[in-house]
């Protein structure tokens, strides 16, 4: 059975860093595109970053220039690094990943459980 595990969320102050970890195990066939969302109460979901299999990142204009996401592709995990963060960055983030699980051949949606990340001004 696929699953997505977080890991790395926690209390941290205005400016400081995160680093966030997603693993991907389960019996998988091939990883596509893996990103991060992140929703607060009371609102939708809403992207924050995506790469592609080959590495081409892409993110919400928000984060841009303070997040990096990067993955391994051996290890089938995606990061996300956060830097300079801010309150309105306090969130539950979610990882994302369409995965082809074995022995199937189409991608198929995948979410974890989230992991909190909270920035106190």
């Known amino acids: 059975q696929v699953q997505l595990v977080e890991s790395g969320g926690g209390l941290v102050q205005a400016g400081g860093s995160l680093r966030l970890s997603c693993a991907a195990s389960g019996f998988i066939f091939s990883v596509n595109i893996m990103g991060w969302y992140r929703q607060v109460p009371g609102k939708q979901r809403e992207l924050v970053a995506t790469i592609t299999s080959r590495g081409s990142p892409a993110y919400a204009d928000s984060v841009k220039g303070r997040f990096t996401i990067s993955r391994d592709n051996i290890k089938n995990t995606v990061y996300l690094q956060m830097n300079s963060l801010k309150p309105e960055d306090t969130a539950v983030y979610y990882c994302?990943?369409?995965?082809?699980?074995?022995?199937?051949?189409?991608?198929?949606?995948?979410w974890g459980k989230g992991t909190l990340v909270t920035v106190s001004s």
């Open positions: 994302n990943a369409d995965i082809v699980p074995h022995p199937e051949r189409t991608g198929r949606d995948f």
